[in-house]
């Protein structure tokens, strides 16, 4: 089964961007890619999901117009830019795989098949 690893968390402040990266262990041409995030004492919520061709993306309310989502299946890299970041983003943030699943996998209660340790992102004010 496919492994999914995070990079790229870490602590900016309020305005700010990052990028994070999921490298995965073997081909991810059949995986629906995604990212969830929960903060401590919340919900999971699901961030942003990418169709496994790369044409099609979901974004959460919360998040549209400032992350955006792409990947790389030559690299078996998925990649989350984070811009106009806010306290609010602070939480744990998990690279997602969906071996066949749709686009939007990661919009309702749906848990996808495989899962990364996650990255910490932290947001200062």
């Known amino acids: 089964a496919v492994q999914v690893r995070e990079s790229g968390g870490g602590l900016v402040q309020a305005g700010g961007s990052l990028r994070l990266s999921c490298t995965a262990s073997?081909?991810?041409?059949?995986?629906?890619m995604g990212w969830f995030r929960q903060a401590p004492g919340q919900e999971r919520e699901g961030v942003a999901c990418?169709?496994?061709?790369?044409?099609?993306?979901y974004y959460a309310d919360s998040v549209k117009g400032r992350f955006t989502i792409s990947r790389d299946n030559a690299k078996n890299t998925l990649y989350l830019q984070l811009d106009s970041l806010n306290a609010e983003d602070t939480a744990m943030y998990y690279c997602?795989?969906?071996?066949?699943?749709?686009?939007?996998?990661?919009?309702?209660?749906?848990?996808?098949?495989?899962w990364g340790q996650g990255t910490q992102v932290t947001v200062s004010s």
């Open positions: 997602t795989a969906d071996r066949w699943g749709l686009y939007d996998y990661c919009s309702g209660s749906w848990s996808p098949d495989h």
């Open positions: 073997e081909s991810i041409d059949e995986y629906a």
């Open positions: 990418i169709s496994w061709s790369g044409d099609r993306e």
